[in-house]
């Protein structure tokens, strides 16, 4: 059990943080398809599928993919209609790297009629999730309260 005393010690040291409010980030275009990203505080995936839908048909977009973390290992992503592995994992890593939690980014993709290919799917979710992510402003991360003493 010395592995629980471990990632207890690393909750509680956890230098996370979420969304002070909902932003958008600034289009990326590649190819004539533009992603925008959304980012938006939240501890429930359910919300960020309810976000997503609500996103993708009020914009008319062809895919709203999205990556959720909450505390602990909640983590989930989705590709919405693209490529396995292409769009939701791209912006979770995004998102491990800006150390945010308890938050989702959800990817609009506009169809501009040229295919991307996977690799250009991967660069062209990750670009938008880092532009929105670089913008977005923070609050500081409380650790997470199930693994105090």
Same mark, same amino acid.
């Given at each position: 059990?010395?592995w629980?005393?471990?990632?207890? %010690? %690393? $909750?509680?040291? &956890?230098?996370?943080? *979420?969304?002070?409010?909902a932003s958008?980030?600034?289009?990326?275009?590649?190819k !004539?398809? =533009?992603f925008?990203?959304? &980012?938006?505080? +939240?501890? /429930? #995936?359910?919300? +960020?599928r309810? $976000?997503?839908?609500?996103?993708?048909?009020?914009? !008319?977009f062809?895919?709203? &993919?999205?990556?959720?973390?909450g505390?602990?290992?909640?983590?989930? !992503?989705?590709?919405?209609?693209?490529?396995?592995? *292409?769009? !939701?994992?791209?912006?979770?890593?995004?998102?491990?790297k800006?150390? =945010?939690?308890?938050?989702a980014?959800? =990817?609009?993709?506009?169809y501009?009629?040229?295919?991307l290919g996977?690799?250009?799917? #991967?660069?062209?979710?990750?670009?938008?999730?880092?532009?929105?992510l670089?913008t977005? %402003?923070? +609050?500081?991360?409380?650790?997470?309260p199930?693994?105090? /003493?």
């Open positions: 059990m010395a629980l005393g471990a990632l207890r %010690q %690393q $909750a509680r040291r &956890c230098s996370c943080r *979420t969304f002070s409010g958008e980030g600034a289009p990326h275009e590649v !004539g398809s =533009v925008v990203a959304h &980012c938006l505080p +939240t501890a /429930d #995936v359910a919300a +960020t309810a $976000a997503a839908k609500e996103l993708k048909h009020r914009g !008319g062809g895919h709203a &993919c999205w990556g959720f973390r505390r602990g290992f909640d983590e989930r !992503g989705s590709d919405d209609g693209e490529p396995k592995g *292409t769009a !939701g994992n791209p912006i979770l890593r995004e998102m491990e800006a150390r =945010v939690r308890d938050a980014v959800i =990817v609009t993709r506009d501009g009629g040229v295919k996977t690799g250009g799917l #991967v660069h062209a979710y990750s670009a938008a999730a880092r532009l929105a670089e977005a %402003q923070y +609050t500081a991360l409380d650790a997470d199930r693994f105090k /003493d």
